[in-house]
């Protein structure tokens, strides 16, 4: 029996060494890409290719190239702009694609027309509106932060009508883009939501932020009845019909878990999840192949923090230049 091949996205990411290492342990075959040829997953994988940005008209035609040369049968993106691409060339080559449908995933890039559609669903959030509309009646200190973006970038808290005025004064053209939102003093979670075409959510795991620069450094899984309710109530509604990841903090007057935002795909936090024992990427990787994994496969564990660090690889040099040279050519 051949070995399937999984394409993963973001080679530089930062969970992307240690979903590699799990995968090949699985038995697959790991292709990883990434726009910069430095990325370390490029060296990690079995074989890794510098690709365009998703913007560039050449990327389809590239990602198209590489899943005929190396009969992809898997797709995992990992970044926002490749979403939509992706969902369509695994739809055109008619392979499978591990993330929610494309309906979910145009809805959750554009973050106030999710928050309008979360509110308007009976979902709760804060307090969200466009910065052209003013921030009469809300109380600071409040978010401002990009209408389409990922990460944190362009995040910007503001505690005041003073800080409030000095990004004002410095804000590019264009304000309809920029959100506000109202700041949650509470404890922040980021959600692992489990779920497949089907629809049946297989796992909810909430994992507790201790500390987040840019991305999360430490976190901890902690079961959450109501974060737990609410994410089984985002799919029922809002039909993601795939793994999303949900960004919320606990309002600590109600207790009631406040959406800020939901990422259409996996977080860097998925090896925590896997860590605490539901393997989300692999797990996922079985449904959508047709082998519907063990019970035990959705069974988590509270208490399994993350201490993420930077870990040293080694290879040879011959092996780094041969797979430098290949990865260096654009398909």
């Avoid at 389809?60 to 190239?65: E, F, I």
């Avoid at 005929?68 to 499978?96: F, T, Y």
């Avoid at 998925?270 to 990427?281: H, K, M, P, R, S």
Wanted: a neutral charge; proline letters at 6%.
């Amino acid at each position: 029996m051949n070995q399937v091949t999984i394409l993963l996205t973001a080679g530089g990411g930062a969970a992307l060494p240690t979903l590699i290492d799990k995968l090949r342990a699985g038995g697959y075959r790991v292709i990883a890409v990434d726009a910069d040829v430095n990325a370390a997953g490029l060296y990690l994988a079995d074989r890794g290719y510098r690709i365009p940005f998703a913007n560039d008209p050449n990327f389809l035609p590239a990602m198209r190239r590489i899943c005929d040369k190396e009969d992809v049968r898997v797709l995992v993106p990992l970044v926002d702009e490749e979403l939509l691409p992706m969902s369509q060339l695994a739809n055109e080559l008619g392979i499978a694609l591990i993330g929610p449908q494309a309906p979910f995933i145009e809805l959750s890039l554009d973050k106030y027309d999710l928050m309008r559609r979360m509110a308007a669903a009976g979902l709760p959030i804060p307090e969200t509106r466009l910065l052209t509309q003013g921030v009469s009646g809300l109380s600071f200190p409040l978010i401002l932060k990009p209408r389409v973006g990922r990460g944190s970038r362009g995040i910007k808290v503001v505690r005041n009508y003073q800080e409030l005025d000095a990004y004002l004064s410095s804000a590019q053209p264009g304000q309809d883009a920029t959100l506000i939102q109202s700041y949650i003093e509470g404890a922040e979670f980021t959600v692992s939501v489990v779920v497949w075409r089907d629809g049946r959510v297989r796992a909810v795991v909430p994992k507790e932020v201790i500390d987040k620069r840019g991305i999360t450094k430490i976190a901890v899984t902690r079961y959450n009845e109501a974060i737990d309710t609410l994410c089984r109530n985002i799919q029922e509604r809002l039909c993601a019909n795939g793994p999303f990841n949900v960004q919320l903090r606990i309002d600590p007057s109600s207790g009631t878990p406040l959406t800020f935002e939901i990422n259409p795909r996996f977080s860097t936090t998925i090896t925590l999840t896997q860590a605490a024992g539901v393997d989300e990427l692999g797990a996922l990787v079985e449904v959508a192949l047709g082998r519907e994994p063990d019970p035990s496969a959705w069974q988590w564990r509270e208490g399994v923090t993350l201490i993420r660090r930077t870990l040293d690889s080694f290879i040879d040099v011959k092996n780094y230049d041969e797979r430098r040279a290949a990865a260096e050519h654009i398909p």
